[in-house]
T-cell receptor, first 114, second 114 residues
Framework: DVKVTQSSRYLVKRTGEKVFLECVQD?????MFWYRQDPGLGLRLIYF???????EKGDIPEGYSVSREKKERFSLILESASTNQTSMYLC?????????????FGDGTRLSIL | AQSVTQLDSQVPVFEEAPVELRCNYS??????LFWYVQYPNQGLQLLLK??????LVKGINGFEAEFNKSQTSFHLRKPSVHISDTAEYFC????????????FGTGTKLQVIP
């Protein structure tokens, strides 16, 4: 069975900290995505990566960066966490060139910034 | 640009009653349409998708959706809901070809009342 694994289900950090959210997929997918989910706003794309070391900004990249050193792993980095980054973060993956195929999602990381 | 509108943020319905969750989209080109479901504390999983062909699409758990090009709608239906259908439902649209960004609606919370 295909799987996208996010390293933490719940995370609590302090303002100003550098925060790493990790995502691993076992499907050999080229494309990986980070979304932020907030009530009433749905899913908003932060960054996506279409291959190793390749990345593109999504709709709300400010305050975030990403790293894709290996095909199976895609990391989201909050450079200096702020309270407005408290949210649910979802990672997803999809095969390259497959816009007719669904994305596969992890279970999410609920991040609280105090 | 493409967009997705889910007008109903919450839909309460009694168990064994029918339900319709509404989704409208806008796009100047052909699109692929998806419905995802998110159970509490989980990521999103695919319910069904429309790529082309028959406008009535059947998915998992007894759900179906009808694509209406003239009304740019892709409403989700189930003739008889169960308690276990309580979840949040997201409509999504993707343009065809290569990597194409997926745009999600803001979600509809279905609450099934015993």
């Amino acid at each position: 069975d295909v799987k996208v694994t996010q390293s933490s289900r719940y995370l609590v950090k302090r303002t100003g900290e550098k925060v790493f959210l990790e995502c691993v997929q076992d499907m050999d997918h080229e494309n990986m995505f980070w979304y932020r989910q907030d009530p009433g706003l749905g899913l908003r794309l932060i960054y996506f990566s279409y291959d190793v070391k390749m990345k593109e900004k999504g709709d709300i990249p400010e305050g975030y960066s990403v790293s894709r050193e290996k095909k199976e792993r895609f990391s989201l980095i909050l450079e200096s966490a702020s309270t407005n980054q408290t949210s649910m973060y979802l990672c997803a993956s999809r095969k390259v060139g497959a816009s007719d195929q669904p994305q596969h999602f992890g279970d999410g990381t609920r991040l609280s910034i105090l | 640009a493409q967009s997705v509108t889910q007008l109903d943020s919450q839909v309460p319905v009694f168990e064994e009653a029918p339900v319709e969750l509404r989704c409208n989209y806008s796009s100047s080109v052909s699109v692929y349409l998806f419905w995802y479901v998110q159970y509490p504390n989980q990521g999103l999983q695919l319910l069904l998708k429309y790529l082309s062909g028959s406008t009535l699409v059947k998915g998992i758990n007894g759900f179906e959706a009808e694509f209406n090009k003239s009304q740019t709608s892709f409403h989700l239906r189930k003739p008889s809901v169960h308690i276990s259908d309580t979840a949040e439902y997201f409509c999504a649209v993707s343009r065809s070809g290569g990597y194409q960004k997926v745009t999600f609606g803001t979600g509809t919370k279905l609450q099934v009342i015993p």
